[in-house]
Structure formats: C-alpha cells, structure tokens
C-alpha cells in the first residue's frame, strides 16, 4: 500500500513462496480461508511468513471490519475483496482451491496495486466475484507477460474446478511465465507441520524432553530466502514486531494454561484421595483415628456433601455437640463447618433411616469432604 504496485520478479517471488507454503499446508488437510496481502509478511531477507490461522479449516471441517468481512451462522468466511465465489455460499465446504483464488487476487493486488473486484459495497464486492468478468492484468499494466495474466486468470477461475488443483501447479506456472527455468521445490507431506521453533522449544522443556522429541531433526520453513535485501514489511502494512509479541503471547498463554491444567488434576486427585470410602451407617471408621491430639491451632473444614432435601428434620452432631443447620454455610448440594484440627465424629440421624456416624481426622487450614450414606430403617 505505500510502495505501490510492486515489479513484475518481485511480486512472483512473493506469491510463490505463499504458494509453496500454502501447498504443505494443504498436504497436511489444512486450508487457510484468508490469504490476503494484509496476512503476508516479509522479512529483512525476503522470506514471506503466512500469518492468521484464526479462519483455518482443517480436515474435514468447516475480526472485523463490517465493510471487508462476512459472518454468517458463527462462521467467519474471510475477507471480500479475496473472498472465492464458492466460499461466499459455504466456508464449511471449500478446499484448497479456495486458497489458489484467493492468492490470485492477492497477485493482482500486488501487481496493480488494488483487489481486482473492488465495489462500492460488500454485496457488490461478492457479487462480483461471482458473476463479473475477469479483469486483466496486462490491461491495468501492459508491461507485464501475456502469459502471466493467463496464470493469473485461470487461477481465479469462477469454478473450482476450471483452476489450478493445487499449489504447486501455481507456483510451476509462474516461474514459468516470468522466464525462471529452475523447477519448483516439492513439498512433500511429513508426520507433523513446521512448528514455531520458540513454541516447539516450550513445548519440550513443558513435556520433560522426551525421547521422541530429542530424535526429531529442526523443522525446515516451507519458503526459503531469496537473499534479496528487502526491508522487513507486511504486504498488508504491518510490521514483524508485533507478530514477535503475538508470538511470545501464544508461548505464554499455552504455558499459563499448562500449569492450569496441572494445578486442577493435582486438585481432583488429593480430592479424591481425601474423600473417604463409603461405609455402612452405624459403624465407625477406627482406622481414620491418630490418638486423637490436634495437630495444630489453623482452623480446619469439613465439607458435608449433603443435599438440602435431605435435610429436613434431621440433627447433626460433631463430637457430641448438635450443629445448627439453618446457620452452617454451603449451598443446596453441601454444608461447610468449620472444625478444630484433630480428630472428631460426626454423628446424623434421620428420620426413617439408620443413622450415619464416621470418625475423621483433618489437619490445620485441610478441607475434609464426606458424603454420608442412608439405608432405610427396616422397622
């Protein structure tokens, strides 16, 4: 946007590393949905970085500004003015070949300078994509190869089945219709996807360094440098640091959420652990006892998880003393009372069943959970 259209070998350059970055992905059953210049960026070296995975469908799956970008049933379909015909109808059902039109428009873009169907209005905008003649490159600049605006046409062929059928089809054709006789790189698929090497570097210092991890080789890029001395930009107007700090954001928020996760199952086990096995009402649980001495002055809870319908016209006791139910603490699924440390018994009676007695023992500042147990009278 502040340079202009840009050359003719430059742009090329450009599309093809996309395009050949695009091809492992789509190996990998991965379709971007939202490749436009604004999701491109360019390094001081000239590799191109794709960014935004927010709109990847993968497998078989299917932010905004009101005047670029369409939602319809939760599903965000991505960007007007790169959007293909098919995509408009069901983002859920687009393949690859959705991504080859939308890198077409982007070689437009890059070529002359603005999206190649440019309306007044978003409606407009889609509309036509769909019905609207295919403009020419060589139209809007006659300096370029006839051959290139053929690339570029079929590339954004109305039908997804009259273009391209994947990306190193277009990254070949492109090279040929510049003069570069080099073949493209193959990208073949491999077990994973190139990762972030700060990411993969987390992710196996979290995992403990495993074996596995340690055999694995350094991932490679999808694009290679092309050496040229660019000036690090996004072909959408945004520079690279603020990608570096999405970045260190993402490493942070999977490390954030790592130790979550770790906190909340260290939780359910000593929860686990602390609930005691059920046991027939009347008995008493001897082997919970340690002497009976406090093990220090914090303040103790012991957490009754009985419901409130239970309740009713029932006494509870905890070492001989009655409990006031109406003023304990809890909710309709349990009770909390506070205890001294040390060990007690409790003691509940309810009308028309045996009555619920267990003896426990709970530590300074412990939470103590009991589910007491019912069994009909039988008289």
Same mark, same amino acid.
């Given at each position: 946007?502040?340079?202009?259209?840009?050359?003719?070998?430059?742009?090329?350059?450009?599309?093809?590393?996309?395009? =050949?970055?695009?091809?492992?992905?789509?190996?990998?059953? *991965?379709?971007?949905?939202?490749?436009?210049?604004?999701?491109?960026?360019?390094?001081?070296?000239?590799?191109?970085? *794709?960014?935004?995975?927010?709109?990847?469908?993968?497998?078989?799956?299917?932010?905004?500004?009101?005047?670029?970008?369409?939602?319809?049933?939760?599903?965000?379909?991505?960007? #007007?003015?790169?959007?293909?015909?098919?995509?408009?109808?069901?983002?859920?059902?687009?393949?690859?070949?959705?991504?080859?039109?939308?890198?077409?428009?982007?070689?437009?873009?890059?070529?002359?300078?603005?999206?190649?169907?440019?309306?007044?209005?978003?409606?407009?905008?889609?509309?036509?994509?769909?019905?609207?003649?295919?403009?020419?490159?060589?139209?809007?600049?006659?300096?370029?190869?006839?051959?290139?605006?053929?690339?570029?046409?079929?590339?954004?062929?109305?039908?997804?089945?009259?273009?391209?059928?994947?990306?190193?089809?277009?990254?070949?054709?492109?090279? =040929?219709?510049?003069?570069?006789?080099?073949?493209?790189?193959?990208?073949?698929?491999?077990?994973?996807?190139?990762?972030?090497?700060?990411?993969?570097?987390?992710?196996?210092?979290?995992?403990?360094?495993?074996?596995?991890?340690? =055999?694995?080789?350094?991932?490679?890029?999808?694009?290679?440098?092309?050496?040229?001395?660019?000036?690090?930009?996004?072909?959408?107007?945004?520079?690279?640091?603020?990608?570096?700090?999405?970045?260190?954001?993402?490493?942070?928020?999977?490390?954030?959420?790592?130790?979550?996760?770790?906190?909340?199952?260290?939780?359910?086990?000593?929860?686990?652990?602390?609930?005691?096995?059920?046991?027939?009402?009347?008995? *008493?649980?001897?082997?919970?006892?340690?002497?009976?001495?406090?093990?220090?002055?914090?303040?103790?809870?012991?957490?009754? #998880?009985?419901?409130?319908?239970?309740?009713?016209?029932?006494?509870?006791?905890?070492?001989?003393?009655?409990?006031?139910?109406?003023?304990?603490?809890?909710?309709?699924?349990?009770?909390?009372?506070?205890?001294?440390?040390?060990?007690?018994?409790?003691?509940?009676?309810?009308?028309?069943?045996?009555? #619920?007695?267990?003896? #426990?023992?709970?530590?300074?500042?412990?939470?103590?959970?009991?589910?007491?147990?019912?069994?009909?009278?039988?008289?």
């Amino acid at each position: 946007r502040r340079r202009g259209p840009l050359a003719v070998e430059e742009a090329v350059d450009y599309v093809c590393q996309v395009a =050949r970055g695009l091809h492992y992905a789509h190996t990998q059953g *991965i379709v971007h949905r939202d490749i436009k210049p604004r999701n491109l960026l360019v390094d001081k070296s000239g590799t191109v970085k *794709i960014l935004d995975m927010g709109l990847a469908r993968i497998s078989a799956e299917a932010t905004s500004r009101p005047e670029e970008e369409l939602t319809a049933s939760e599903k965000v379909l991505g960007t #007007f003015d790169y959007l293909a015909p098919e995509q408009a109808e069901d983002a859920r059902m687009v393949d690859r070949r959705a991504d080859i039109y939308s890198l077409g428009c982007t070689l437009y873009h890059l070529l002359v300078g603005k999206p190649p169907y440019k309306r007044s209005s978003a409606l407009k905008t889609v509309l036509a994509h769909r019905e609207a003649p295919i403009p020419s490159i060589c139209q809007a600049r006659p300096d370029l190869p006839p051959a290139l605006d053929a690339v570029f046409r079929k590339m954004v062929a109305k039908r997804p089945e009259d273009r391209y059928q994947d990306m190193g089809q277009v990254e070949m054709e492109l090279q =040929r219709a510049v003069g570069r006789r080099e073949e493209p790189q193959t990208v073949t698929a491999a077990p994973r996807p190139p990762a972030d090497p700060e990411l993969a570097s987390f992710l196996q210092h979290v995992s403990g360094k495993t074996a596995e991890a340690s =055999r694995r080789g350094p991932d490679k890029p999808a694009a290679k440098p092309t050496g040229r001395p660019t000036p690090q930009e996004r072909l959408g107007d945004v520079p690279e640091k603020p990608v570096a700090g999405r970045r260190r954001q993402v490493i942070m928020a999977i490390g954030i959420a790592t130790l979550l996760t770790c906190a909340v199952l260290l939780l359910a086990f000593f929860a686990g652990r602390q609930r005691p096995s059920t046991e027939e009402p009347g008995r *008493i649980d001897e082997t919970a006892g340690r002497g009976g001495q406090p093990h220090g002055t914090g303040q103790a809870t012991l957490i009754l #998880f009985w419901s409130a319908a239970e309740r009713k016209g029932a006494t509870l006791k905890i070492d001989g003393q009655p409990q006031d139910l109406h003023v304990a603490s809890g909710d309709a699924e349990s009770l909390r009372l506070p205890v001294a440390p040390g060990q007690h018994t409790i003691h509940i009676e309810r009308p028309g069943f045996e009555p #619920f007695r267990r003896r #426990f023992l709970v530590d300074p500042g412990e939470q103590f959970a009991i589910e007491p147990t019912w069994r009909a009278r039988k008289d």
